[in-house]
């Protein structure tokens, strides 16, 4: 093991920043159309609002008003018959008679001056509702809001209010250019996003907060850039020490979404334990007869199961990449970082053959004295926090020596492992780190972060790779 002393560490760069004025969506995009209830065999609905109602219609990226059909009325009752939608107050009077092609939105009466809310099934919104009628009669629900708003909706559901505001504003900009590039995901139902963790989780106003406001106001537009075009901001809440390549999860290779070491992500670890009795119950259903073994065959190079084989006495089935998430049915592992163990079976493994890793360690010294240099540095210079890689600095030493910093390490790796079964009684042990898919940014990492300090920007560039934010 090689060790260097650095009595004095002086890491001297320059940023060259382009001033981007922050812009907003074309004027024709600043509008979302969000699913609230669809595919369903409701044919009723209550809207509300304390100021009453009005019946608009969806211009293009605006709600224009078209008509005092409703008088200002404060609870209405859409009714779905005959491939129409009529529009009722509590009594059963009919106010009007809407086509549910998607062009007739319901707002409240103040939304055109105080932005009032309109209610449906208990739950307020910004923006207005659009009743639809799907290709198989069904009247969907949707809310017509602009993208914003709809943040506004969702930051809560994704990340905490309680989070400090650096991060929630990279969580409002991942969630803003996630959702501009799934725009359009449900047009066959007439909208672009559901209100589910399918699109994004949101829940109108009541998902609202001071904290959150403030974050989606402070980066309106704002959206992660890819090679000029808004991408899709993958997240998920902790990395276990390393995101992951898109491909090793899904099928694409996105430039933006590689693997990298994360130094930010706080310590995550679960644990998951099954017999081999439950194991042959929970697969009965694909004939694999008694469960003999459970093998992950390969791990990928961030150290996430990429293969896991479940054999029977009868047949075998094999998982790769981000279904193996899901292949315990009804338990879900909250990860594929992790490692196989057994009380009662027998445990096989196979790993680097190189028995000693090879690492050179840099120090610093500091007012607490000499501490060893981590592969991520945090710089502080006049633009402020920088996360900075260790390896490829060059170094300046007290005698006046310069180096260049290599930090990398092959560690002594496992590249599979196998769990045998003697018993029903003998357990598998899965031992894991981390929490999701680990595509993109980690938020439990975007959180420690912004606690140190890091502006959002920071934190976006560090998760996704040559990316721009305005």
């Given at each position: 093991m090689?060790?260097?002393?650095?009595?004095?560490?002086?890491?001297?760069?320059?940023l060259a920043l382009c001033s981007i004025p922050l812009t907003s969506y074309a004027a024709d995009r600043e509008f979302v159309t969000i699913g609230l209830k669809y595919q369903s065999s409701d044919v009723t609905a209550e809207l509300s609002s304390s100021d009453g109602l009005k019946l608009c219609k969806k211009g293009d990226n605006a709600i224009d008003v078209s008509s005092d059909a409703l008088d200002g009325t404060g609870d209405i009752v859409l009714a779905l018959s005959n491939g129409r939608i009529a529009v009722?107050?509590?009594?059963?009077n009919v106010l009007a008679n809407l086509k549910g092609d998607g062009t007739e939105c319901i707002v409240s009466s103040g939304y055109f001056t105080t932005d009032d809310y309109i209610s449906f099934d208990g739950t307020s919104y910004r923006g207005g509702i659009i009743p639809y009628i799907n290709r198989s009669g069904q009247m969907n629900i949707l809310n017509y809001v602009g993208m914003d708003d709809y943040i506004k909706g969702v930051l809560h559901r994704e990340m905490s209010q309680s989070s400090n505001l650096e991060a929630l504003k990279a969580q409002a900009v991942t969630a803003r250019s996630f959702a501009e590039s799934k725009r359009g995901t449900h047009k066959s139902q007439g909208f672009d996003l559901c209100a589910t963790s399918h699109c994004q989780n949101?829940?109108?106003?009541?998902?609202?907060?001071t904290s959150t406001n403030e974050a989606v106001e402070s980066t309106s537009g704002q959206m992660i850039y890819y090679e000029g075009k808004p991408v899709a901001g993958f997240y998920f809440a902790n990395s276990g020490g390393h995101t992951e390549n898109s491909e090793d999860v899904w099928t694409s290779k996105l430039g933006y979404a590689r693997g990298k070491v994360d130094e930010y992500s706080p310590d995550y670890t679960w644990s998951n334990t099954f017999t081999r009795a439950e194991l042959t119950d929970m697969f009965s259903s694909r004939g694999l007869g008694t469960v003999t073994s459970v093998s992950v065959d390969s791990y990928n190079e961030s150290g996430y199961a990429a293969s896991l084989t479940i054999t029977g006495t009868k047949k075998s089935v094999t998982f790769t990449k981000d279904k193996i998430r899901s292949a315990f049915s009804g338990k879900s592992l909250k990860s594929r970082m992790f490692?196989?163990?057994?009380?009662?079976?027998?445990?096989?493994?196979?790993?680097?053959?190189?028995?000693e890793t090879e690492k050179t360690l840099y120090y610093a010294v500091t007012s607490k004295g000499q501490e060893v240099l981590g592969n991520i540095l945090s710089?502080?210079?006049?633009d402020g926090m920088s996360a900075l890689n260790l390896n490829g600095i060059r170094i300046l030493d007290g005698s006046g020596k310069i180096t260049t910093a290599s930090a990398d390490e092959t560690a002594n790796t496992v590249?599979?492992?196998?769990?045998k079964f003697n018993s029903d009684s003998d357990k598998l042990i899965i031992n894991g780190r981390g929490n999701g898919h680990g595509v993109g940014m980690s938020q439990q990492g975007a959180i420690e972060m912004g606690k140190r300090g890091f502006t959002y920007k920071d934190i976006l560039k560090y998760y996704y790779t040559d990316i721009e934010v305005k």
């Open positions: 090689k060790n260097r002393i650095i009595t004095a560490l002086a890491l001297v760069f320059a009722k107050d509590k009594k059963g949101y829940i109108g106003v009541k998902g609202e907060y490692t196989l163990d057994t009380d009662g079976g027998e445990l096989t493994a196979a790993g680097n053959a190189s028995p710089v502080l210079s006049l590249s599979s492992s196998e769990v």
